[in-house]
């Protein structure tokens, strides 16, 4: 004699769509970043790292500096604490630095909403074009393992852009 199991209808286990959606969005992505990945292997081995950028400095401001030392340079901030200063240098450019626990500096990011010769260029930050896109946009980071540092320099398209160079200590 055997014992049968009835058979129960799954009509109402059906998934959710929002599950539905966000099992394709997950599947995509992982599909998106296994292609990518993929395709710089074919490319070759990456380029042997620099030992250091060039832009290294912000209005004197360097990464290890005392919070001490950075308001000697920069002046009183518009907004301080212990663990970040944020400065204003007029209309279109301000300045963010951030602290460890022991107040030293361990990332500056400059934004600039300009467009003129003061904002300075991917060629000035990195020391060779940083490639736009087709929308005008631009990013690009490198990251200096020896140094113990990377640094990131992203603009956004259209006829107002808003630049941001952040150099940040790899902790």
Same mark, same amino acid.
């Given at each position: 004699?055997?014992?049968?199991?009835?058979?129960?209808?799954?009509?109402?286990?059906?998934?959710?769509?929002?599950?539905?959606?966000?099992?394709?969005?997950?599947?995509?992505?992982?599909?998106?970043?296994?292609?990518?990945?993929?395709?710089?292997?074919?490319?070759?081995?990456?380029?042997?790292? /620099?030992?250091?950028?060039?832009?290294?400095?912000?209005?004197?401001?360097?990464?290890?500096?005392?919070?001490?030392?950075?308001?000697?340079?920069?002046?009183?901030?518009?907004?301080?604490?212990e663990e970040q200063d944020f400065?204003?240098?007029?209309?279109?450019?301000?300045?963010?630095?951030?602290?460890?626990?022991?107040?030293?500096?361990?990332?500056?990011?400059?934004?600039?909403?300009?467009?003129?010769?003061?904002?300075?260029?991917?060629?000035?930050?990195?020391?060779?074009?940083? /490639?736009?896109?087709?929308?005008?946009?631009?990013?690009?980071?490198?990251?200096?393992?020896?140094?113990?540092y990377w640094l990131s320099y992203?603009?956004?398209?259209?006829?107002?852009?808003?630049?941001?160079?952040?150099?940040?200590?790899?902790?």
């Amino acid at each position: 004699m055997s014992v049968s199991t009835p058979l129960i209808p799954l009509d109402h286990l059906q998934p959710h769509p929002r599950t539905r959606f966000f099992s394709l969005f997950v599947a995509a992505t992982a599909l998106l970043l296994f292609a990518s990945g993929a395709s710089g292997q074919r490319k070759g081995a990456p380029p042997p790292e /620099e030992e250091t950028g060039i832009f290294k400095e912000y209005r004197g401001v360097q990464l290890g500096m005392t919070a001490e030392e950075v308001r000697k340079k920069l002046g009183a901030p518009k907004d301080k604490s212990e663990e970040q200063d944020f400065f204003v240098f007029g209309e279109s450019e301000t300045a963010q630095i951030v602290y460890d626990a022991n107040h030293k500096v361990v990332t500056i990011s400059a934004d600039f909403l300009s467009t003129d010769a003061s904002v300075p260029t991917g060629k000035q930050v990195f020391g060779s074009d940083v /490639e736009a896109k087709p929308d005008g946009s631009m990013y690009k980071m490198v990251r200096f393992t020896k140094a113990g540092y990377w640094l990131s320099y992203s603009r956004t398209g259209g006829a107002s852009p808003m630049t941001s160079i952040t150099l940040q200590k790899i902790l």
